[in-house]
């Protein structure tokens, strides 16, 4: 078995993982659940969601062996070069069939912001190459740097 075919393996491992802690959660009722985890190396924030039957929305805490298989996630879907995710949405319906996108590029929306510092550690553990590097990323990290420069008076 390649590399490849391992961390594919992986990746649908982390995620049955989820799935099931997600739908564990569910509440009576439930048609649809949605989960927005976003995540660095330091730091993660997530949020659940169930419609139900009748329409209306209810939210939820998800389990922590949740969080575990999407940060086991996060560091298998990592690439050389292209860094990993930092923001996953994984949708669950009641016949238990899933959806899942991953945005390597757009800026995770943490309630509260982090610091620049944060994005630093996490390029730092899943390095990306210049062109796999956002602009607002490429700011992010030019502010830790330079944070990071006032913080050493020598």
């Known amino acids: 078995m390649t590399s490849s075919e391992m961390g594919l393996e992986d ?3 982390f995620i049955q993982e ?3 802690g997600l739908v564990s959660r ?3 009722g439930w048609s649809e659940l949605t989960y927005t985890y976003r995540s660095t190396v330091g730091f993660s924030s997530s949020d659940l969601e169930f419609r139900l ?3 209306s929305t209810k939210g939820g805490t998800a389990p ?3 969080l575990d298989a999407m940060d086991d996630l996060r560091r298998v879907m990592h690439e050389p070069g292209k860094g990993t995710w930092f923001t996953a949405v994984v949708s ?3 016949s238990l069939k ?3 996108s ?4 757009s800026e995770p929306k943490f309630v509260p912001e982090i610091n620049a510092g944060s994005y630093l550690d996490d390029v730092r553990h899943f390095p990306r190459s210049a062109e796999n590097t956002p602009a607002w990323l490429k700011h992010k990290l030019e502010e830790a740097q330079n944070e990071s420069h006032e913080d050493d008076p020598s």
């Open 11 to 13: 990746q649908s491992e």
């Open 18 to 20: 989820a799935v099931q």
């Open 26 to 28: 569910a509440p009576e």
């Open 53 to 55: 039957a009748d329409g």
């Open 64 to 66: 922590v062996a949740v």
């Open 92 to 94: 669950v319906d009641r």
């Open 98 to 100: 899933y959806r899942t």
């Open 102 to 105: 991953f945005d390597y590029d």
